[in-house]
């Protein structure tokens, strides 16, 4: 399926909200030859709904809608998937690639709010905010010992874009203990602490997630990984659902191995399930790159990715 250039090209966004306030994105497609349609719905589309919108355009701008093969199969117009954000797992990649359908993505933009994110979600587990919170709604006045992020063992499992972000963070706050593992880097600097897998579950207080989703990543914590940890540490995922296998995490949560969670991403989303009920999590609905400075530029950056293809 070759680039066939049209005069107006039709593309469908999935991904809410978008264009909001944003004038430099409106001149943007403005001065392009692009027809945007919005989503309709105003929500997340279900698999169903697009498979019955997505075939009449020639593109589309995403969120983490999945797109597998028999998706892709109806859209036989279908030139290219341009995602607001940074993982492309939630497309058919080899058919992709045989239908010859372009795969952009946004990895630079997201990094700062993300990392961000897993800062102020460090610190509310550490210091017991969210859960604090709820005590004094319910009217209970109840005072907890907590942390400091300057006292703990800090595990980051990844070190790309946004892991590298993290652990910047952490050494401008002061924590002193920072671990990292990522398998996919070989030339590992002297002065960053690097471990095993194992290693740093036995050794660290609190792990953050900055993997990629993969094969190889799927349920990367899981009862194993969960059972090494010390008794009430705590785990942080703004990546990828899929990397924890959630009933472990579930079950390690109920009986008080673990000291509490911080959840963003969710194998399924909108996400409702049970770590949703627990009193030591804190469950956000994707927020991660959900700053207004952050939207705007993965937006504008998923358009112009479109307009470099047509160029």
């Known amino acids: ?21 944003n004038s430099k994105l409106l001149k943007l497609i403005s001065s392009s030859k692009l027809e945007i349609d919005l989503n309709p719905f105003g929500r997340k589309m279900s ?12 593109g589309v701008i995403a969120g983490t809608d999945r797109f597998d093969k028999v998706l892709l199969q109806k859209c036989s ?28 993505s946004t990895p630079d933009e997201p990094s700062n709010a993300v990392a ?41 499992f990844g070190f790309g874009r946004i892991g590298k972000k993290v652990f910047d963070h952490l050494n401008n706050l002061g924590c002193k203990n920072i671990f990292i593992c990522d398998p996919y880097i070989r030339d590992k600097k002297a002065s960053i602490n690097f471990m095993e897998k194992d290693e740093l579950l036995k050794s660290s207080d609190i792990v953050s997630l900055h993997l990629p989703l993969s094969d190889e990543t799927q349920n990367f914590i899981g009862k194993k990984e969960i059972k090494l940890l010390q ?29 509490g969670a911080a959840i963003d991403v969710y194998d399924e989303e909108p996400y ?6 627990l009193n030591n999590t804190i469950t956000t609905s994707h ?4 700053t207004e400075e952050t ?3 993965m937006e504008s950056k998923a358009v112009q990715n479109i307009i470099n293809f047509y160029n």
């Open 272 to 277: 409702s399930g049970e770590l949703t009920t």
């Open 77 to 104: 117009n279908l030139l290219f998937i341009s995602r607001v954000g940074v993982g492309t797992d939630n497309i058919d990649h080899e058919y992709a690639k045989k239908e010859d359908i372009k795969i952009f």
């Open 287 to 290: 927020i991660g790159p959900m």
């Open 295 to 297: 939207r705007k530029n």
């Open 1 to 21: 399926m070759g680039f066939r250039y049209k005069k107006v090209v039709k593309i469908l966004v999935t991904t809410v909200p978008f264009a909001e306030n």
């Open 47 to 58: 698999y169903q709904e697009l498979g019955k919108i997505l075939p009449k355009y020639d």
């Open 231 to 259: 008794n009430g540490s705590y785990i942080i995922n703004t990546s990828r659902g899929g990397l924890i296998d959630h009933k472990s995490l579930v079950y390690f949560l109920k009986n008080k191995k673990l000291g």
């Open 116 to 156: 961000e994110l897993t800062i102020g979600l460090s610190i509310s587990l550490l210091r017991g905010i969210a859960f604090n919170n709820d005590d004094m709604k319910q009217g209970i006045w109840k005072k907890k010992m907590g942390k400091s992020i300057c006292e703990v063992n800090f595990g980051i």
